[in-house]
């Protein structure tokens, strides 16, 4: 009788493949790795997902599996459930969670190679592009295709190569890649048969007599570097590369005695991953209102899966939760340290690793996928982090026992994945994956996102509040000046009202730092013709190019198409070309000019991106005083701790606020409270300035008040209204094709199907602001369902839909997918 295994595939397309099981492989666990193939050519890494007895009905050839990859599963039974949930939920296919949750070096595929035939009928008639592409191959023998893409600078050549391989000029291979290989390390033994001073002496001597000085010196220094443990009895391995440096030989020299039986070498797995060593023996002391706090936290927890913890910033959150994971990970279950972007775990973790030294691991994608392999497989094994550090896709890593999810700055919509799917929120996933592992979850944060105050506020969460800071430090003075009348009077300098460049002048002179922030990188979002108004713009997008001064260049935000700035209009030939508008780079710079002899740092993507420490040099050089002046984009507004800062400047906050989405104000609100909140030192209160054209606007007022009640009840309101979270779920059903006119008739369909099924819930289909994203045109239909109604029953539905519109045949390569909670 044979098996069969249900197995998911890294592939967006269906459910579960089934496959026969090889006899040997009978034996194989539900959530252990397949070697399988897929398709004419293919071969994927799979997860075995449920095995059968009996084979499904109605499929013809069922291919077998080639080989399977463990012994024990590398996902658990509460991930698959985990799993199962998210794709549910967030209508996608368990493909796309199974490609996004395991690490590359995980999932071997095979790639597919291109090659000339032999011999085939030279005077066959190539295209331009296919013969560019035969040329490539002339030169170069095999190549993938992004190689050749590569070397002939050519785009989409697959319909190329497919014409070339029907007129037999190409063929193709397929090839497995590994893309993980552990470090390995090798060291040098003597070989047993010399485990006496007389047997080792006669070697010496014998190797003497054969003349070879090299071994001679590799035998001798090899005798010298080693130590012999007396308590086991053993003698020390040699590191192979210390042995032939030390004795100037080399590799070749060392295997030739290892063939003769005077050396072995044995290999030793290396970390990548360095311990942590703890310094602190136990959490520092907490306050008597950090002390209520954790009190009310447990008491909470008693009854409540989910607690709300609404602190002020600085009043010592942080603490709090190190004292839970002390208290869990002492009951010997793990917790989940969740942040929402890499640049806040620097500082975290140097905090934590003091408490928790090699208990703490950190998870996040500026490591290498190597890096990443070795801590799932740390945490399979029976010597795992007790706490992992990491931001969102660390829900996907294996827990054996969780007991505890800590969602810091819970309000954060850097939860939220966009793009690709999963379009998942970390922060509500962590609340089903702890209630699967039948752990608590406890949302951090100073400015509490509207859906989980409501859920606090109807008792569906417990809730904490904290409102004295740490060391009673006060809350900063909030200051607005009014940008519209001080440029009428032309007081301004630059982007500063006198007003800050003064405060500016007397922290510096104080020797107090300055945090300036402004959400837009570059150095000006559009730069325009002062002649005819002609702005340049993205050629596969509709948005305006962002201007780099430093780089000289113009860059698309959405897809990375750059230019260097034109030397004049093309349309009226004008040379007068200036730039519109306020980005880090230009704050930087005009900060510069004011203040010459001052060291400023600036974080923003652009100087973030290069690597893993370039956030962490940033930090530490302000933590360090070595700058005086960080300028930033919202990475600089959240949850950074730094204990000198006396003034914020929000320079725009106008910009925050014209965004048309129903979440513009919350988040206008969130990102001013929290970065006004780096401002303060201990026994003096922080001073913020609020540069705005709008110094009546409620949101504005609201943020000058510090008053979180009246932005929520004022929101809820609007909400309510207009049928927003968290009265509605909403989704978002986007659709996109390069074809503009195949777009607007498939999506109006989409829309009329959906309107059936679901009446007035549907709105649009409408452009949305950005109307073209890397050449394709998009449409969004909104769909608000009620909230306790099933997204599982509306996906059923969304699905059906979507699948009719793709049958019909002018639309089968229109691009549709849902944004289930859009963010
Ligand atoms: P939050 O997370 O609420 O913003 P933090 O935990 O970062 O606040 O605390 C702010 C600062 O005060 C930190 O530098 C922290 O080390 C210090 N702090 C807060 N509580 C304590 C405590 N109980 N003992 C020692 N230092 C504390
Ligand atoms: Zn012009
Ligand atoms: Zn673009």
Redesign the pocket.
């Known amino acids: 009788m044979s098996k069969f295994v249900d197995v998911i595939l890294p592939v967006p397309i269906g459910a579960c493949f089934t496959y026969i099981l090889r006899q040997e492989d009978e034996n194989v666990k539900i959530g252990c790795r397949v070697i399988i193939p897929f398709g004419k050519k293919k071969i994927y890494t799979g997860i075995v997902w449920r095995i059968k007895d009996t084979a499904p009905e109605g499929i013809a050839d069922i291919k077998e599996v080639y080989s399977v990859l463990d012994k024990q599963p590398i996902i658990n039974s509460k991930q698959r459930k985990f799993w199962e949930w998210m794709s549910s939920y967030y209508l996608c296919s368990l493909g796309d969670i199974f490609k996004a949750a395991i690490p590359s070096g995980m999932k071997i595929e095979s790639e597919t190679y291109v090659m000339l035939t032999p011999d085939f009928d030279e005077d066959i008639k190539l295209t331009n592009k296919e013969s560019i592409i035969y040329n490539s191959l002339k030169a170069n023998k095999e190549q993938t295709i992004a190689q050749i893409e590569k070397s002939t600078q050519e785009k989409n050549i697959l319909s190329s190569i497919k014409s070339l391989i029907e007129k037999g000029v190409v063929s193709i291979r397929e090839s497995l890649n590994n893309k993980y290989h552990s470090l390995k390390k090798a060291n040098i033994t003597l070989n047993q048969a010399y485990n006496t001073p007389a047997i080792i002496n006669e070697l010496i001597s014998q190797v003497q007599r054969g003349r070879s000085e090299n071994q001679y010196r590799a035998l001798t220094t090899y005798l010298n570097l080693i130590h012999y443990d007396e308590s086991s009895n053993e003698i020390s391995a040699v590191d192979k590369k210390e042995l032939t440096s030390q004795s100037s030989t080399s590799d070749a020299i060392i295997n030739s005695m290892v063939k003769k039986g005077i050396f072995n070498i044995v290999y030793e797995k290396l970390n990548r991953i360095k311990e942590f060593v703890s310094t602190q023996d136990a959490p ?4 008597e209102y ?1 002390q209520e706090a954790l009190n009310s936290i447990n008491k909470n927890f008693d009854q409540k899966d989910v607690c709300l913890l609404n ?10 939760y190190i004292h839970l994971i002390h208290k869990t990970i002492e009951c010997k279950k793990q917790v989940l340290y969740l942040l929402p972007e890499i640049a806040l775990t620097t500082q975290i973790t140097n ?1 934590l690793k003091k408490i928790f030294g090699k208990d703490l691991g950190v998870y996040h994608s500026k490591f290498s996928d190597a890096e990443r392999v070795e801590i799932w497989q740390k945490q399979l094994s029976d010597n795992a982090y007790k706490v992992i550090l990491g931001v969102r896709s660390s829900i996907f890593l294996p827990f054996q026992d969780l007991g505890l999810i800590i969602v810091d700055e819970e309000h954060e919509n850097s939860y939220k994945q966009y793009d690709p799917s999963p379009r998942y929120n970390a922060r509500d996933c962590a609340t089903v994956l702890a209630h699967i592992y039948n752990a608590k979850t406890l949302l ?1 944060t ?1 400015t509490p996102s509207i859906e989980s105050y409501y859920n606090a506020a109807n008792q569906k969460y417990g809730y904490v509040e ?1 409102n004295t800071r ?2 009673e430090i006060q809350l900063p003075h909030i200051v607005p000046v009014d940008m519209k009348e001080l440029r009428h009077k032309k007081r301004n300098v630059g982007s500063f009202s006198p007003l800050l460049i003064e405060e500016i002048n007397n922290a510096l002179q104080r020797k107090e730092q300055i945090i300036l922030f402004q959400n837009r990188r570059g150095y000006a979002p559009i730069i325009e013709c002062k002649e005819c108004g002609w702005i340049p713009k993205c050629k596969n997008c509709d948005v305006s190019l962002t201007y780099h001064k430093k780089l000289n260049q113009l860059t698309c935000h959405y897809c990375g198409y750059t230019i260097t700035i034109p030397q004049e209009c093309p349309s009226c030939h004008n040379h007068d070309l200036r730039p519109h508008g306020l980005g880090t780079e230009k704050v930087e710079d005009e900060i510069s000019n004011l203040f010459p002899n001052i060291k400023v740092s600036r974080m923003d993507l652009d100087t973030t991106r290069t690597s893993k420490s370039a956030y962490e040099k940033i930090i530490s050089n302000f933590e360090n005083k070595k700058s005086d002046i960080l300028i930033g984009t919202q990475m600089v507004s959240k ?1 950074l ?1 730094f ?1 000198n800062v006396s003034i914020v400047g929000i320079l725009d906050a106008d910009s925050l606020l014209n965004f048309p989405d129903f979440r513009a104000h919350e988040r206008a609100f969130q990102l001013m409270a929290q970065v006004s ?1 780096r401002a303060g030192r201990k026994g003096k209160q922080g001073l913020v300035i609020l540069q705005t054209r709008t110094p009546d606007d409620p949101i504005i007022k609201h943020v000058i008040k510090n008053d979180y009640l009246a932005m929520y009840e004022s929101q809820l309101m609007e909400r309510q209204l207009f049928h927003y979270p968290p009265f509605f779920r909403i989704i978002y059903i986007y659709m996109k094709h390069h074809n503009e006119n195949v777009l607007e008739n498939a999506s109006n369909i989409m829309a009329e199907l959906t309107r059936y099924s679901f009446h007035n819930r549907v709105l649009g289909p409408d452009k949305p602001l950005i109307g073209r994203i890397q050449s394709l045109h998009i449409r969004r239909i909104v769909l608000k369902l009620e909230s306790h109604s099933s997204i599982k029953q509306a996906g059923n539905i969304l699905n059906q839909i979507k699948s009719q519109v793709l049958s019909d045949k002018r639309f089968s390569s229109v691009t549709i997918y849902f944004d289930v909670d859009p963010q």
Do not use: H
């Open positions: 520092n002391a907490l306050n950090q602190g002020v910033t600085s009043s010592g959150k942080t603490e709090i905090r951090g100073a904290l740490y060391k949850g701790d204990d909140g």
